[in-house]
């Protein structure tokens, strides 16, 4: 308290607020690892530089991003075969994903020691660049946290050990020791049953206090990272065959090798126990023959008891709109005049989505994927509705489903589909724009109008198909193929 010496007026002023205290970072990470670049636009070279960032895309502008995930995809007389998961399965590199986890989770500001690249580096990973990596972050004194990251997949010695990573990691805790300012947090190196006994008597004693461990690796939803050309597709063609009735009617549906030529061939057959019954032809069971009792069935029926087949070899039945039409009468024979294009493209390959356009000739449809102002998926197109605009969620992940489910409303879709690839959770990002490639060459004939059929043929360009209706001498409608099979008799 103040002592007054002298008789006067004094003014005391209380301050109402309290001390302010500045906050500072509990905790800052240094990831020590390879990365997929070090030299900057500006010739700077960044290795063994420790550098601070504070985002996943400042890593990315300044590092590059994941070493790509290799697969190969071949068609098999199975189905589809992916091989090579067992390199993918097992990741050489291990910072990239690191970090995403670590921004993901809420983290702020780390540091990054790159120590090479993916591609100097190769299989021969050394001790050596590590020690080097690590000397040079001991120079900066506001990281707290040492991770050695790639340093778990340094090669065993000639008993299957990881001495050089035990003795990395006796090196991290000397830091710690010397500095007294930081704390290493290491990995369990897994390969057997014994890997906690080993990298306890592995460490040695000294320094103990400074080091926790993480055991075992945690398993997480990240997506590999890869790219188109670390993708291989080997002799893999992919078809859509669809049969359509009149509006209202049915749809039948197939996917598989373009080779299959799968058809449907829908008969009345009295002698079948209910009113529908299926059964599959062909060599590779690429025709699809549906049975009706009469021929007023109506295609909800039909699609309701495909919906109990439990092996639909690879075709898909399913109503068009409320599917209360039935198979139209027959008319004269006639060539198929309307020529369209199957356009297709992936998006982020085998677990993502893919666009496909059919038109005419000329077009080039393209799809372009941007982020939106809006906090939902949303759809747009062009003037000439030949480009699909997708933007996805501006906060969050927007996933598969999240694309599938708001394209399922939209009521004009301009000839455009969007159908799912593998697994529905997968993050889908902006992309940009890319054109759809040219697959397959459809032509089509109206039978009878709307209420009639629709026959479609799949083929390349020299082909002029045809499909001719005529009378049959027995009850049963039948159907023939021509000797070039480019003409289709439906009696």
């Keep these: 308290m103040v002592n007054y ?49 504070t985002s996943i895309f400042e890593y990315e502008t300044l590092f ?7 697969f190969e995809i071949q068609e098999t007389a199975d189905g589809i075969s992916i091989s090579n998961m067992a390199d993918v399965v097992k990741v050489k590199y291990l910072m990239y994903y690191a970090l995403q986890m670590f921004f993901n989770n809420g983290g702020g500001p780390c540091y990054i020691v790159s120590v090479g690249t993916y591609s100097e580096t190769g299989e021969d990973k050394q001790k050596t660049a590590f020690e080097t990596g690590l000397a040079a972050l001991q120079k900066e004194d506001e990281p707290t946290l ?11 010695d000639g008993n299957s050990k990881p001495t050089d990573y035990y003795d990395l ?9 010397t500095l007294q300012d930081r704390f290493a947090v290491f990995d369990v190196v897994q390969k057997d049953d014994d890997d906690v006994d080993d990298f306890r ?3 040695g004693q000294e320094y103990l206090k400074y080091g926790a461990v993480y055991y075992p690796y945690l398993q997480t939803s990240l997506n590999y990272y890869y790219t188109d050309d670390s993708v291989t597709v080997e002799a893999f063609n992919y078809q859509e065959f669809a049969y359509k009735t009149a509006e209202n009617g049915l ?14 061939n829908v008969v009345v057959d009295t002698t079948i126990e209910g009113d529908v019954a299926f059964d599959f032809g062909g060599s590779n069971e690429e025709i699809l023959v549906i049975k009706l009792k009469t021929d007023s069935t109506a295609a909800s029926v039909i699609a309701t008891e495909w919906g109990q087949v439990t092996d639909k070899k690879s075709f898909e039945v399913k109503v068009d709109g409320d599917g209360s039409e039935t198979v139209g009468e027959a008319s004269t024979p006639t060539e198929l005049d309307t020529l ?12 993502g989505i893919t666009v496909d356009h059919v038109g005419g000739e000329n077009d080039e449809p393209k799809v372009n994927i941007i982020l939106n102002e809006q906090e939902a998926v949303e759809f747009e197109f062009t003037e000439s509705d030949k480009t699909l605009i997708i933007k996805l969620k501006e906060v969050g992940l927007t996933t598969v489903q999240d694309i599938i489910t708001a394209w399922s409303s939209v009521e004009q879709k301009n000839n455009f589909a969007i159908k799912e690839n593998g697994v529905t959770s997968t993050e889908i990002t902006a992309s940009g724009e890319v054109t759809l490639d040219t697959l397959e060459y459809l032509r089509s004939k109206e039978i009878a109008g709307d209420e009639g059929i629709t026959v479609t043929h799949t083929g390349v360009e020299g082909d002029v198909p045809k499909v ?16 070039d099979n480019k003409t289709l008799i439906i009696k």
């Design 146 to 156: 040492i991770l050695l990251s790639d340093a778990a997949n340094l090669p065993l």
């Design 169 to 177: 990691c006796q090196k991290a805790l000397a830091q710690c020791n």
């Design 201 to 203: 008597s592995g460490i």
């Design 5 to 53: 010496k002298t008789p006067n007026v004094y003014i005391e002023e209380i301050s109402t607020l309290p001390p302010s205290v500045a906050g500072v970072a509990t905790g800052i990470p240094a990831f020590i690892g390879y990365t997929a670049k070090v030299i900057q636009d500006d010739g700077e070279d960044l290795t063994n530089v420790p550098t601070r960032i």
């Design 64 to 70: 590059g991003n994941a070493e790509p995930a290799k």
């Design 468 to 483: 001719n209706i005529i009378p049959n001498d027995e009850d049963t409608v039948d159907f023939e193929f021509s000797a």
């Design 251 to 264: 749809i039948v549906g197939y996917t598989g090798a373009k080779s299959d030529e799968a058809k449907v």
């Design 340 to 351: 369209e294009y199957l356009r297709s493209k992936e998006i982020q390959g085998g677990n």
